[in-house]
């Protein structure tokens, strides 16, 4: 019986994981299989899933799972997920990209088939953030733990002493996972993705309660508000540099700049955010941002005033 390999891609909120997937998109390794993904995003509307639909193309296949984590929330959808791929599209492999607060403990779990084979984890952390992001969640070193490759990424943005710091925390998580430093989540595909990872046999420890409540746990709430149709730069990079978003790890969406003619993609993590303008509008005229950080709902007002601020003048 033909079984297909599986790859689980994780890592904390806004480490890389949807570039690496993006890159491997666009690879020779890619161009030579067939890859079906599935996405999980936990806010309801997923940026990371519309962004990889729109440029895998009509031959590619991509489950996007939305409105909960695949751990948890909305773990019996993914296990539905993953049936119907194996039976409709018979991929050569399947890479299942987890939310930011994912433990992939849990995602191996529901992805236990007679039709599929572990293939690695890999776990992608921010170089600049790591140290401090372990301290909000429990999943950080659950991500670590659990890898066949950790990618130390956003290496730019560190000092060769930050760097050692944080693979010596990776170290102490993980004895004998392989460390690659990446700018860009750029890493081999071929080195990543088909590597028969050596755990493919061993069993899994059984779940505890926590793992279906570690949101409630963390205090990881998601926000998705409607941008103006049009943002200033540099009223949104005040904004950004604000008290509102204070507790905000993540936030990602498609937006439109003053001046441009078409959308971008929008992304920050705390004191950092880029813009990427789009070939063209995967988002079908939406323009949004998603907020992901702790108790988010208490500073609803305080995003949604300060996102309605970032409004370009009209003249």
Do not use: W
């Amino acid at each position: 019986m033909h079984r297909i390999a599986y790859v689980v891609v994780t890592g904390f909120l806004g480490a890389g994981k949807t570039t690496l997937l993006r890159r491997l998109v666009h690879s020779d390794f890619a161009a030579q299989r067939r890859i079906a993904f599935i996405v999980n995003d936990l806010a309801d509307v997923d940026v990371d899933g519309q962004l990889l639909a729109g440029e895998v193309g009509p031959a590619g296949v991509v489950v996007r799972l939305s409105s909960g984590c695949i751990c948890c929330t909305i773990r019996g959808e993914f296990e539905a997920a993953v049936q119907n791929i194996i039976e409709t599209h018979q991929p050569d492999m399947l890479v299942v990209e987890s939310s930011g607060v994912t433990n992939p403990q849990t995602v191996l779990h529901g992805l236990k088939h007679p039709r599929l084979r572990l293939d690695a984890v890999i776990t992608v952390i921010d170089a600049e953030r790591f140290l401090e992001y372990m301290r909000y969640s429990a999943a950080v070193e659950t991500q670590v733990y659990m890898a066949d490759f950790v990618l130390i990424n956003k290496c730019d943005l560190v000092t060769a002493e930050q760097r050692g710091k944080v693979e010596a925390q990776v170290r102490r998580f993980n004895t004998k996972c392989a460390i690659l430093y990446t700018q860009h989540a750029d890493a081999p595909p071929e080195v990543l993705f088909g590597a028969h990872a050596a755990h493919v046999q061993r069993d899994l420890p059984a779940l505890d309660a926590h793992d279906h409540d570690h949101l409630h746990h963390d205090e990881i709430e998601s926000l998705t508000l409607p941008a103006p149709a049009l943002l200033a730069e540099d009223k949104l990079a005040d904004f950004l540099r604000s008290e509102a978003v204070r507790d905000v790890y993540r936030a990602k969406g498609f937006v439109q700049i003053a001046g441009d003619d078409g959308p971008s993609l929008f992304n920050f993590v705390p004191r950092r955010f880029g813009l990427e303008r789009l070939p063209h509008d995967v988002a079908g005229g939406q323009r949004f941002i998603q907020f992901i950080g702790r108790r988010l709902t208490q500073r609803e007002a305080a995003l949604r005033a300060g996102l309605l601020g970032c409004a370009a003048p009209i003249h």
